[in-house]
C-alpha cells in the first residue's frame, strides 16, 4: 500500500497528472521501481501483491510471487489513492499488527463509503463512486460470501429486476457502511429490493482531475 501510493506520487511529479483513462493507464503499466533486485509497476503492486496475484498477473516461477497477497480484501481500494478527484485518501502503512491493520481497514472504508456513496431513498437508487465499478469483481466476489446476500439473490430470481452485480454490491455495502445514516438509507433500500422493489445501482465516472490529498499515518 505505501508503495503503490509513493510511486502514483512520483510518477506524476516526474511525468505528470493523466487527463484521460490511456494516460492513467501508462502510468500504472509503466512507472517502475526496483525493490530488492525486482521491477515493480503500480499494476504488479495492485494486481499481483494485493489483489492476490489476480488473473495470474506474475506467471509461475516469478519471484514475485512470493510477496503476493494469499487472500484478496477489496477494502485494500479503498485506501488507494491516485490523487483524483474521488480517490480515497493516500495512507501510509507503520509496522502494525494484524488487529490494528484491521481497524484501520475498517475505519478507512466507513469513511470512505460515508463520504462518497449517495444514497436516494426517495428514489430508490444508490450511486456509487467509479471505482467500485472498475473493480466490481473484488466486491462482488466477497459479497457472495456474506450473510443475506443469497437472500438478496433469491428474493431477485423471479423478478430479476437487477443484475446478480448490483445485488452484491449492496449487500457488500450494507456489511461495511457505517450504522448511521448512510446505514439506515441502505437498509430502507435493501428491504425495498426484498420485496420486490427495483433498486438502481449506478456509478459516478472517474475524473480525471488532480485533487491532492495529504498522506494520513496509520497509528
Not at 503492486?45 to 509461475?60: H, P, S, T, Y
Not at 469513511?111 to 456509487?128: G, K, M, P, Q
Not at 433498486?199 to 491532492?212: E, G, I, S
Amino acid at each position: 500500500i505505501n508503495v503503490y501510493n509513493v510511486m502514483i506520487i512520483h510518477a506524476y511529479l516526474v511525468a505528470s497528472v493523466p487527463d484521460d483513462a490511456v494516460g492513467a493507464q501508462l502510468v500504472r503499466r509503466f512507472a517502475c521501481y526496483d525493490i530488492g533486485g525486482l521491477p515493480y509497476t503500480p499494476d504488479a503492486v495492485l494486481n499481483g501483491v494485493l489483489r492476490a496475484n489476480v488473473d495470474q498477473f506474475f506467471e509461475d516461477g516469478d519471484t514475485r510471487l512470493t510477496f503476493a497477497s494469499s487472500k484478496l480484501d477489496p477494502r485494500i481500494h479503498l485506501l488507494l489513492s491516485h490523487q483524483l478527484s474521488l480517490s480515497p485518501s493516500p495512507f501510509l502503512l507503520n509496522a502494525t499488527t494484524p488487529e490494528r491493520l484491521e481497524r484501520l481497514f475498517d475505519a478507512a472504508t466507513k469513511e470512505y463509503l460515508t463520504e462518497h456513496v449517495e444514497i436516494d431513498v426517495a428514489r430508490n437508487s444508490v450511486t456509487f463512486p467509479p471505482l467500485f465499478q472498475l473493480f466490481e469483481s473484488d466486491f462482488c466476489a466477497e459479497a457472495a460470501a456474506l450473510d443475506g446476500a443469497q437472500s438478496l439473490l433469491d428474493a431477485d430470481a423471479e423478478s430479476a429486476a437487477h443484475s446478480r452485480e448490483a445485488l452484491l454490491l449492496l449487500a457488500w455495502l450494507r456489511r461495511h457502511a457505517d450504522a448511521d445514516e448512510l446505514g439506515a438509507q441502505l437498509s430502507q433500500l435493501v428491504d425495498s429490493a426484498l420485496h420486490g422493489n427495483s433498486v438502481t445501482v449506478q456509478f459516478l465516472k472517474t475524473q480525471y482531475r488532480l485533487a491532492v490529498r495529504p498522506f494520513r499515518q496509520s497509528h
